[in-house]
Every structure is written in structure tokens, then in C-alpha cells.
């Protein structure tokens, strides 16, 4: 499968339908994903990007169907990482004399992934490549996501091709954003910036306000994973600057993990003094024990405010709620208030644990936790309905 982006740039990648993890196991991918390549012809050919390495065969085939591949005269590797550059191996026992253009960073990182001496040709921001009637224009994004990464800008047609940054995982034979569900392709972006671009949030706003001064026309931004965006692609620069900015909507969300529900009936009534005071604030629960981390994440990056809650087990908290707590702390999250609640049998040291993860993690603890002996009465969850209420207050 290729398509036409313009009559000069084709999509030449591949859309992976059946992945369901990323980064491992660290991401999650309930919607697939797509690994964007893209074959420009001008008075030069250009390949922006390859594949990841389990498509690198099928890759190659179909690009032939495309071009002699002695006619590429230039390969553009905008990020080294492995779902990016992983059919270059094969791609450049074809062609091994071909300049790959890329960072300095890009050609330590490759040769480090390849251990391959290939015709690296280093760029940096302002650095040009005329290919007939389009110039290309480079431009670094060092750590939007890794040290590597880069972007680059197509006169004439004026596309920017924006590497990871904009994207999504999101499997769409539709492919334009114009085409595909709203919903969907929402939901996926704010995942995606959540989970892998928040700890960026300062050098993406910084990244895009150096390319808006620019001052370069924009018909489509070419992603690298997702979908590409055509209608009105201004749209997903400018929900990157609210999310960069601290961003919040108006949520509180509750995480725990329980061992025989005692802790989730504390979650559920503190929830419910939440409500009493505030109707109008989204109050969402999520046992971290049964829920998709990412998914957790994502709704904690919406979250004004964070409430987490766990059993005692073995003087310390159980490790769904600890291993979320671990993951914001790496990430990062600016401007959320956060309190502590659980339950226990005989030591009780819940609280004290996920008081002390939650500063680890930078969050502003507004208040002191509350954790109940066995399963909460009547009086027990009066206590918790309580605890919800002065949160909520403290908001």
C-alpha cells in the first residue's frame, strides 16, 4: 500500500494493525499504529524514514514497486529509534553508498544500534537540502522525544515532516485527519503527548514558538506514526502549547489498588464527598491493579487533582498504585494536588508510603491522608466522606 500526500510525495510505510504494545511493554496500543515513511520525488528522490525491523523485508519489496532504489539519491533519518531506522540495514545493503542525512546525535545513536559506518551527513537546524523545485529545510528537536530527534520542512508543497512529534498511535487506512473518527483520533493524541512528551512539556513549547517564527506557510503536517494532518494541521500545533502548559481540565481522579475491597469502598466514598461539595467536577475511579497504566496516565494528566489509595501489604503499599506513582514521578506532571488513603490490618503504613511517593513525584500534598483499620463502617465511610469534602474544599 502507498498513497499520495501531493504529486510529488508519497507514503511509502507501513500500518501495524496487530500491535498492542510499545516500548516494550511500557506503552499501550489498543488502536495499532502505523510506522510513516515517505518517498519524495523531485529533481532529487529523497526517502524520509523507514520501518520498524519486522517490516524492514516487506518494506523494501514494496518500495521497489515504487523506484529503483539506485535512484534514491538521499535518505533522511529524522529519529534513530528502532521503529524508525529499523529497515535501514537491509535498506543500505541495496544502496550502501547513499548519504543518509540526520543529527550528529542520529549518527552516534545509529551507528550504535547498526554498528555501521554508513555516509552519514550531519545537519542542524538551518541546514538546507535543495532537491529540484523544494528545498529542505532541517530542523532539530532534541529531546521531543530523544537526544536525535528532528524535523524537516518542505518548500512548495509546505509540508512539515514533524518526526514523532503530532502523532498518535492510531491504525487508520483512512490516514488524513479529516477522514478518520474524531473521537479516536483525540483520544490517542492526548495519550500519546501524555504518556511520552510530558517530560518535554518545557522544550515543546520552546521547539514550536522557534518554528512559528519561522513564519513558514503549513498545508500538512506528515507524522511519524498516525495519522497525517491536513485540514486545518494548525489545530494539533496549537493543542500542544495548552497541553505543554500545565494542563488541566476540570478532573479529579482516584487511584487505587485494594486487596478485598476495603480500600475501593474509601475510593468510592471519598469520592462521594468530592461531589457534595462540587457537582460539576469530573470525578473519575481506576483500580490501578486491573486498568491500563497508560490509560491511567492519561487521565491524570487531564486531572487538576489526584487522590491515591492503597492496602497495606508487607509494610508498604501494593505495587500497581507504587508503579504509577514511579511512572509520574519520571514523567513529571506540573500543577496537580494530590492526598493519600488506604486501609490496613496491623502495621498501617499505607499512607505514609504514598505520602512520601507522592512528594517523590512533586506533587502538592494539600492534606494529611487518612487510612482505616479492616473494612470502613457506616462511621468509617462517614470519615472518608468527610476526607473527600475537605479536598475538594482545599481545590
Known amino acids: 500500500m502507498s498513497f499520495k500526500l501531493t504529486d510529488k510525495v508519497k507514503w511509502v510505510g507501513k500500518i501495524d494493525w496487530e500491535l498492542r504494545t510499545f516500548h516494550g511493554e ?3 496500543t489498543h488502536k495499532g499504529s502505523s510506522y510513516n515513511s515517505y518517498l519524495i520525488k523531485d529533481e532529487k528522490t529523497v526517502l524520509i524514514d523507514t520501518v520498524w525491523g519486522p517490516f ?9 514497486k515504487e523506484i529503483d532504489l539506485n535512484d534514491i539519491d538521499y535518505i533522511i533519518a529524522q ?9 535501514l540495514p537491509l535498506l543500505m545493503k541495496e544502496i550502501p553508498n547513499t548519504p543518509i542525512y540526520c543529527t550528529a546525535n542520529g549518527a552516534k545513536i545509529l551507528k550504535g544500534h547498526y554498528h555501521e559506518d554508513w555516509n552519514f551527513v550531519e545537519v542542524k537546524t538551518g541546514d538546507t537540502l535543495n ?50 473518527d474524531q473521537c479516536e483520533l ?19 513549547t520552546k521547539k514550536i514558538e522557534e518554528v512559528l517564527s519561522f513564519n513558514l506557510p503549513l498545508s500538512m503536517i506528515a507524522t511519524s506514526h498516525g495519522i497525517i494532518w491536513r485540514d486545518n494541521p494548525a489545530q494539533i500545533v496549537e493543542k500542544y502549547l495548552e497541553w505543554a ?24 466514598s471519598i469520592s462521594e464527598g468530592i461531589k457534595s461539595v462540587d457537582k460539576n467536577v ?15 496516565i492519561t487521565e491524570l494528566f487531564k486531572s487538576k487533582a489526584v487522590l491515591f489509595g492503597s492496602s497495606t501489604v508487607n509494610k508498604s503499599i501494593m505495587h500497581a498504585t507504587a508503579g504509577i506513582l514511579e511512572m509520574i514521578k519520571g514523567i513529571g506532571f506540573k500543577n496537580k494536588k494530590a492526598a493519600a488513603f488506604g486501609s490496613y490490618g496491623w502495621s498501617g503504613e ?28 457506616e462511621n468509617g465511610k462517614a470519615e472518608c466522606v468527610e476526607f473527600g469534602k475537605r479536598f475538594a474544599e482545599k481545590l
Open 79 to 87: 529519529h534513530s529509534e528502532v521503529d524508525h531506522s529499523g529497515a
Open 186 to 204: 483525540w483520544a490517542e493524541c492526548i495519550k500519546y503527548y501524555a504518556n511520552i512528551l510530558t517530560p518535554f512539556s518545557a522544550l515543546v
Open 245 to 268: 502548559n500545565s494542563y488541566q481540565e476540570n478532573q479529579i481522579t482516584i487511584v487505587y489498588d485494594t486487596m478485598w475491597d476495603c480500600t475501593k469502598s474509601m475510593a468510592e
Open 282 to 296: 469530573t470525578v473519575k475511579l481506576y483500580n490501578a491493579g486491573i486498568t491500563d497504566k497508560n490509560d491511567i
Open 131 to 180: 532537491i529540484g523545485e523544494s528545498t529542505l529545510t532541517f530542523v532539530e528537536a532534541r529531546m521531543l522525544h530523544w537526544p536525535d530527534s528532528m524535523m524537516t520542512y518542505m518548500s512548495g508543497d509546505n509540508i512539515l515532516f514533524s518526526n514523532d512529534a503530532f502523532g498518535q498511535h492510531y491504525a487508520s487506512d483512512l490516514m488524513f485527519n479529516d477522514l478518520v
Open 350 to 377: 499505607c499512607v505514609d508510603v504514598l505520602e512520601q511517593k507522592i512528594k517523590d513525584a512533586k506533587l502538592e500534598l494539600v492534606q494529611e491522608g487518612i487510612k482505616i483499620l479492616w473494612n470502613p463502617d
Open 26 to 28: 511500557e506503552y499501550s
Open 56 to 64: 524492514a523485508h516487506e518494506f523494501i519489496e514494496n518500495l521497489k
